[in-house]
T-cell receptor
Framework: DTGVSQDPRHKITKRGQNVTFRCDPI?????LYWYRQTLGQGPEFLTY????????KSRLLSDRFSAERPKGSFSTLEIQRTEQGDSAMYLC????????????FGPGTRLLVL | AQKITQTQPGMFVQEKEAVTLDCTYD???????LFWYKQPSSGEMIFLIY??????QNATEGRYSLNFQKARKSANLVISASQLGDSAMYFC????????????FGGGTRVLVKP
């Protein structure tokens, strides 16, 4: 049984560079979510997809952030012109639409912007 | 607006004892789900237990049980027979029908199990 996977697990970049993260959901799951977690806080919602459609975006998702899920399978999250405030853990989760729908999380990508 | 509050930033518990983690929530939506996740130092969020707002009985999953008091808007997690591997951050989260499918998380409680 393959869970949610994320790549890379860690990323160190310099301010102003672009970074891209990948998330592979559980294979039969049609919903995919991105969250951001800063140190000592709970995760905060960024965006979510149902199949390939991006259905909701948080106000936290500035113009420098873009997410895609081109074929309704894996998803990418790109941050352009990174800032030190972007340093955080980026968590991906997936779920299967249903009444007791549960989101299952990947291991996360830790981003450090120098 | 929906909100989750976890008032205990950290707790110590003796191995083999039970521990209760507090969670209160605020929503005007009658249809919602409550979740508890465990986050070890590795960072991955591990799903523990779910309680629906219309569920009549408190949820249980192995050593985890959820003490759901709807009128008080609380959903406390009870971990019985604590083990060293239970040392982690624990997050309470909520999903409401009105707010779509995203989870709103509390600030978390750090649990340290002492041998």
């Amino acid at each position: 049984d393959t869970g949610v996977s994320q790549d890379p697990r860690h990323k160190i970049t310099k301010r102003g560079q672009n970074v891209t993260f990948r998330c592979d959901p559980i294979s039969e799951h049609n919903r995919l979510y991105w969250y951001r977690q800063t140190l000592g806080q709970g995760p905060e919602f960024l965006t979510y997809f149902q199949n390939e459609a991006q259905l909701e975006k948080s106000r936290l998702l500035s113009d420098r952030f873009s997410a895609e899920r081109p074929k309704g399978s894996f998803s990418t999250l790109e941050i352009q012109r990174t800032e030190q405030g972007d340093s955080a853990m980026y968590l991906c989760a997936s779920s299967l639409k249903g009444r007791q729908e549960t989101q299952y999380f990947g291991p996360g990508t830790r981003l450090l912007v120098l | 607006a929906q909100k989750i509050t976890q008032t205990q930033p950290g707790m110590f518990v003796q191995e083999k004892e039970a521990v209760t983690l507090d969670c209160t929530y605020d929503t005007s939506d009658p249809s919602y789900g409550l979740f508890w996740y465990k986050q070890p130092s590795s960072g991955e969020m591990i799903f523990l237990i779910y309680q629906g707002s219309y569920d009549q009985q408190n949820a249980t999953e192995g050593r985890y049980s959820l003490n759901f008091q709807k009128a008080r808007k609380s959903a406390n997690l009870v971990i019985s027979a604590s083990q060293l591997g239970d040392s982690a951050m624990y997050f309470c989260a909520m999903r409401t029908k009105a707010a779509g499918n995203k989870l709103t998380f509390g600030g978390g409680t750090r649990v340290l199990v002492k041998p």
